[in-house]
């Protein structure tokens, strides 16, 4: 698949704070509400070098289509809320090697629940120009409630009064994951894709599958 030309690669915290602010105004928050392929997207780190993994899966079946890897190093260096910074470049490089476009973008991080309201998501999803959510493992901004015990419970995660994303139950019992919209899609939609995506474990299947190759490229 084709990406977007990466914008003007930032030197500086500066630099990385307007490219987002630039970039934040074209973030659609409606869009389609069926995905028939579904990508999932993650990161492993080795020191400063990383590999970057892509796993397309049928959105009804959870059977992999198609999955590819990049390595590269960090293009940037650690500050919270620019973490995309390093990871952008390599995976760019993996989503140009698929075959087939995805319908729909499952980011290990954060989209609108983000300092900036421009987390990893977000970016991937106005760079592609697909739908992307986001799912993190750990909340990162605002706050929420804890959501009922069983599949499916959620609470809003408010940050400076507005919700960003919803803390979202996906097994009975399970710490919730903590879901945002990226581009082209509504929190509703992406709440219902994430639990349509975790039919077993608290992680949605192409994030999981995306871990597991970056951790284990063939």
Do not use: N
Request: net charge negative; charged share 20%; with cysteine.
């Amino acid at each position: 698949m084709q990406v977007e030309q990466l914008h003007p690669w930032p030197s500086s915290v500066a630099e990385a704070e307007a490219v987002q602010d630039r970039l934040r105004v074209q973030v659609e928050l409606t869009g389609p509400g069926a995905f028939a392929l579904v990508a999932g997207l993650d990161v492993h780190y080795h020191g400063d070098e990383l590999t970057a993994a892509v796993v397309v899966l049928d959105g009804d079946t959870l059977a992999v289509v198609e999955q590819v890897v990049a390595h590269g190093k960090a293009a940037f260096p650690y500050v919270p809320g620019l973490f995309a910074f390093r990871e952008l470049p390599a995976l760019v490089e993996a989503l140009e090697q698929l075959t087939v476009t995805p319908d729909l973008l499952v980011c290990d991080g954060h989209g609108l629940a983000h300092p900036r309201g421009f987390g990893l998501a977000c970016h991937l999803g106005v760079l592609t120009g697909l739908p992307a959510l986001g799912v993190g493992k750990t909340p990162f901004v605002g706050a929420h409630e804890p959501p009922g015990a069983e599949r499916g419970a959620w609470t809003p995660i408010v940050h400076e009064g507005a919700t960003v994303g919803r803390a979202l139950r996906t097994q009975r019992d399970v710490k919730p994951v903590y879901v945002s919209q990226g581009h082209r899609i509504t929190l509703d939609t992406a709440t219902a894709q994430v639990l349509r995506l975790t039919p077993r474990y608290r992680l949605p299947e192409p994030i999981r599958h995306a871990d597991h190759l970056a951790r284990h490229p063939a």
